[in-house]
């Protein structure tokens, strides 16, 4: 028996369980390009409002930093697509990393690759398998982006060059998730070093097209999406590196794969205490622990991502140019200065982010439920709630944390740049905080899940993509105000900056984020263990 035999069959089962959730993301991020593309066109109508706008984009570290330079400051599809080629890119890579280590170490641990291989299926089989959907969805991913652009109106050349790019990121992602599925002994684990090395791969980019030396964007896949070049001149090599290097990744990943035992992982863990430490017993301190890890590293990237963010707000004058794109971002952030209009509009971005934190945190209580821990903990004198409430506690703490974070970096950043690093600091603090509530929405909404629907709690995650896309195109593309209502994001007052009575929609949406998070708590207390 071949050492991949039975690859075709776990193909079709990893689709089958994938069906819906690969369709929708892809679906997403096509309709996301093509709805960017086509608001973009009435937002910089001529070259000369182009030309502009790419000048003060090229001329901000920052923003080269976050999303890359802006290679043609003539292309419609050059602008268009600026910010979302790096960072589409990076979140193609993290659904490929998902993708795979989901169907690898994920069904390692859950202990169905043990089931699955009593039957007559190769060592390899399961690894290539996973791959083989991760570079599937990668591909069709790209190939969708590319007829949504066209379908907009973009040049078929440049439209395909830009699928090309993200497919790029994706397929090496999802090899790096393989390769991470080996070394590490658990999903969790794996996701992690998988995710590390894709923040290296993002902070080699901006290196290497901040301050240079070039190679280091060469080091980068995400790099190397920027330097297809899509509607600036494509280089159609570029995504070849690609393709080599999920290949030789898969390599990697096999030969790994067949040197370790079944739940093995070539990195060894290390070895916890004897006994639990005295802040340890009790359900709040075992949340806390459990997600302290995940809310350094979040709490990390805030920080730095709100210093960028201001350290380039107080360019927000010259970069938007265009009396559209004026118009446009003070629909998003509110009728006051550029300045804080462009912070209100980041801060927005940022929370539907924390809240991605939120999610994943609440659904750990889920996760523990499914894995038959929470049997344990509930053994000893603990009650259902008190349980829960200590995982709801650590999501909506560490909510707090981020939001304080990302204020913090914006204050320090723009701070510096205007001299009044006293005054902008606890001012841009406060905007962040501002948007808790919507976050503590969203949390609700997953605990109300998880008490109430849990075969449904997973849903938490497509309703905060559709918050998201509410957010950031709905003022694009002018959605009826019943759409733009939808989103919990949408009631908040838009800080920094003058707002009229904040306080009234900051205490509704407290009081649903408290009704939501109470029916989840009593549905998981009446109902049975799943």
């Known amino acids: 028996m071949s050492t991949l035999t039975g690859t075709g069959p776990l193909v079709r089962l990893a689709l089958r369980r994938d069906r819906v959730v690969l369709p929708v993301w892809i679906a997403v991020f096509a309709l996301v390009a093509a709805f960017a593309a086509a608001a973009t066109a009435s937002l910089y109508p001529d070259a000369a409002t182009r030309v502009e706008a790419a000048a003060a984009i090229n001329a901000a570290p920052s923003l080269v930093a976050l999303y890359g330079p802006l290679h043609d400051p003539t292309s419609l599809g050059a602008l268009a697509l600026w910010k979302l080629g790096g960072f589409g890119a990076v979140l193609v890579a993290v659904l490929a990393v998902l993708t795979v280590v989901r169907h690898t170490r994920g069904d390692e641990s859950a202990g169905r690759r043990e089931l699955v291989g009593s039957t007559a299926v190769g060592r390899g089989a399961a690894l290539a398998a996973a791959l ?39 397929v090496v ?16 684990a794996a996701r992690g070093l998988a995710i590390l090395v894709l923040g290296a791969a993002f902070v080699l980019r ?6 240079g030396p070039g190679w280091l964007t060469w080091l980068s896949p995400i790099g190397w999406a920027q330097e297809t070049r899509p509607y600036a001149g ?13 290949l030789a990744l898969a390599v990697v990943a096999h030969l790994l794969d067949a040197r370790r035992d079944l739940g093995a992982g070539l990195l060894a863990d290390r070895p916890g205490p004897g006994a639990a430490a005295a802040g ?5 301190a075992l949340a806390a622990r459990l997600h302290r890890g995940v809310l350094a590293a979040w709490t990390v990237g805030f920080l730095l991502i709100g210093a960028l ?38 801060f927005g971005v940022l929370a539907v982010l924390a809240s991605a934190f939120v999610v994943q945190a609440a659904l750990r209580l889920h996760a523990e439920e499914r894995a038959r821990r929470v049997d344990l903990v509930l053994s000893a004198p603990v009650g259902r709630v008190r349980l829960a409430a200590g995982h709801v506690a650590a999501a909506a703490g560490g909510a707090v944390v981020l939001l304080v974070a990302a204020g913090a ?18 001012r841009l603090v406060g905007a962040a905080l501002g948007q808790l509530p919507a976050v503590w929405v969203v949390g609700g909404l997953t605990v109300a899940l998880i008490g109430l629907a849990p075969r449904a709690a997973a849903a938490a995650w497509p309703a905060l993509v559709a918050f998201l896309l509410i957010g950031e195109l709905g003022p694009l593309l002018r959605l009826p105000s019943w759409v733009l209502d939808l989103s ?18 900051l205490l509704w949406t407290t009081v649903v984020a408290a009704a939501l998070t109470a029916a989840g708590l009593a549905g998981w207390r009446r109902r049975d263990l799943q």
């Open 488 to 505: 919990p994001f949408t009631h908040l007052p838009r800080w920094p900056g003058p707002v009229q009575d904040p306080v009234t929609p």
């Open 280 to 284: 340890l017993r009790s359900p709040l």
């Open 132 to 170: 083989a959907v991760g570079w599937g969805a990668s591909v069709t991913l790209g190939a969708a982006t590319a007829l949504g652009l066209a379908a907009a109106g973009l040049p078929v050349a440049g439209s395909v060059a830009f699928g090309a790019a993200w497919a790029g990121a994706g």
């Open 206 to 211: 901006a290196a290497g097209d901040v301050t």
């Open 234 to 246: 494509e280089r159609w090599w570029v995504p070849a590196l690609s393709v080599a290097a999920a």
């Open 173 to 188: 992602f999802a090899a790096v998730g393989g390769v991470a599925a080996q070394l590490a002994r658990s999903a969790r």
């Open 409 to 426: 970096g914006a204050g320090l950043g723009h701070g510096l740049q205007t001299g009044a690093v006293g005054a902008e600091l606890p």
């Open 309 to 346: 963010l201001g350290s380039v707000a107080s360019a927000a004058d010259e970069l938007l140019a265009g009396p559209r794109m004026r118009e446009v971002l003070r629909a998003l952030g509110g009728e006051q200065g550029l300045t804080d209009a462009f912070l209100a509009a980041e």
